[in-house]
């Protein structure tokens, strides 16, 4: 069987764009596949800086994963910080990766571009060592369980593209002893080419403070979706349906026959923006009651949710300490 794995980042609350890019495509995967997912808590540190609040997010994004249906018995599910092997195989991933390939990066470069345009003098200011070199420790991730398949968005397609570079660098160099299975990133589908856009219209990214968290009380989500922009086209004018974000949002949670509706009456003419946002209300909060009763479930002190991370971390550690030995052994260690 293949392996399937993917991460998140607790670096806010986890929002649609995480349940769409990742989630939802991730558990569809675990029928068919060895499936591990897991908490990337060490990442989230190139910028967040209070304990409490990753500690928080960190349960946030455990429980989210658990409400939307990962069973634990059939995946190995873990915080990254529980399985120190990721951490000495980053370092030796780090001395087979050129320096120029993190220079790529496209986190790294938004910064610099964002620092160009401020008339900077530096533009690396900002820019700790855990941020450049964020790509080697999603590498060491993804290789450590040698993992074939990566359900990521397609923001992190990079990412992974970095990983199958590094693996094939190992394995050039030392693949007489030791390979590493060359990883392949799986774009949802219905998103390939554009991510799920955000309040602001932009991509939904936690960094532009645009996303709809998934627990939010009904008013707040109310509010939150009759923000996202639309254009002044008249009430009873025909609308573009793929350039609104809204319909875009709308097109990952409704069924496919009110998506197709939705779109033949918007084309049509006389359905304003407000009606549209409506309906995405109600659909969403649909959708999401039941997730957000068992994550309340699952946030609660005591909950199954401690048990299950700790269970986790030793299935994870059991299967990457093998692994680790022979990448040793191949680096002479
Ligand atoms: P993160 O935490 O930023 O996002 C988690 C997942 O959600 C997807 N996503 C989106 N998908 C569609 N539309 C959007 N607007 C949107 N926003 C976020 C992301 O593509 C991602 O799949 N570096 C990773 C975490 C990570 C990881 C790994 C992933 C660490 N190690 C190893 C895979 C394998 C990140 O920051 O994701």
């Not at 939802?24 to 596949?33: D, F, G, K, M, Q």
């Not at 359900?151 to 990983?163: K, N």
């Not at 390939?192 to 403070?209: F, H, I, V």
């Not at 939705?262 to 997730?291: H, I, M, P, S, Y």
Request: glycine share 6%; proline share 6%; aromatic share 6%.
């Amino acid at each position: 069987r293949k392996v399937s794995l993917t991460g998140i980042k607790p670096t806010g609350d986890p929002h649609i764009g995480n349940l769409i890019g990742a989630i939802r495509p991730a558990l569809s995967l675990v029928e068919e596949h060895d499936s591990i997912y897991f908490i990337a808590d060490y990442h989230a540190l190139t910028t967040i800086r209070d304990p409490e609040k990753v500690r928080e997010y960190t349960r946030s994004v455990a429980a989210t994963w658990m409400a939307a249906g990962l069973d634990t018995e059939r995946t190995i599910f873990y915080r990254q910080s529980d399985v120190p092997e990721t951490f000495e195989l980053a370092w030796v991933l780090s001395c087979l990766t050129g320096k120029g390939l993190m220079n790529r990066a496209h986190a790294y470069k938004a910064i610099r571009d964002r620092n160009a345009e401020a008339g900077r003098d530096d533009l690396d200011s900002g820019v700790n060592m855990g941020l450049y070199n964020y790509p080697i420790l999603m590498a060491a991730d993804i290789l450590l369980m040698n993992s074939d398949l990566v359900p990521v968005g397609r923001d992190q397609t990079q990412h992974v593209e970095i990983a199958a570079d590094i693996a094939g660098s190992f394995n050039h160099h030392y693949g007489a002893s030791f390979r590493f299975h060359v990883p392949k990133a799986v774009v949802p589908e219905a998103e390939a080419g554009r991510t799920l856009p955000g309040t602001d219209g932009r991509k939904m990214s936690k960094s532009y403070d645009n996303t709809i968290p998934l627990f939010l009380p009904e008013p707040k989500l109310r509010k939150l979706i009759r923000r996202i922009p639309t254009d002044s086209v008249p009430v009873e004018e025909p609308k573009d349906p793929d350039s609104s974000p809204v319909f875009r949002i709308l097109e990952q949670f409704a069924d496919a026959e009110t998506v197709a509706e939705t779109r033949k009456r918007l084309e049509a003419g006389g359905v304003g923006w407000g009606e549209l946002k409506n309906q995405l209300f109600e659909v969403l909060n649909e959708q999401l009651r039941d997730l957000r009763a068992r994550y309340e479930e699952l946030m609660a002190p005591g909950s199954e949710l401690d048990r299950a991370l700790a269970e986790g971390a030793e299935k994870a550690r059991r299967r990457a300490r093998p692994l680790l030995d022979q990448v040793r052994a191949a680096v002479g260690m």
